[in-house]
């Protein structure tokens, strides 16, 4: 397969959570969801770039865990 573009970059695991209200300084909040996600800069912008249509290689490093197979198939999936 053939690609337009090759990103070096970070691959890591974003962790979004979804709060009630923003907690004060020192405090703490309600959490109502919580959402790990592909994240990272050089996965980011693949994953953009890919969505534009391009056909797009992502070079970067994961460990040789679970997180780390998970890491590797989100791109492929998604």
Known sequence: MDHDVLVVGQVARDLVLA????????????????????GGKGT???????????QVALLGV????LVG??????PRTG
């Open 62 to 65: 994961v460990g040789a865990d």
């Open 44 to 54: 980011n912008q693949a994953v953009g770039l890919r969505q534009l249509g391009g």
């Open 19 to 38: 709060l009630e209200e923003m907690p004060p300084p020192q405090g703490s909040t309600v959490v109502s969801q919580r959402h790990e996600m592909l």
């Open 69 to 74: 197979q998970q890491l590797l198939a989100a």
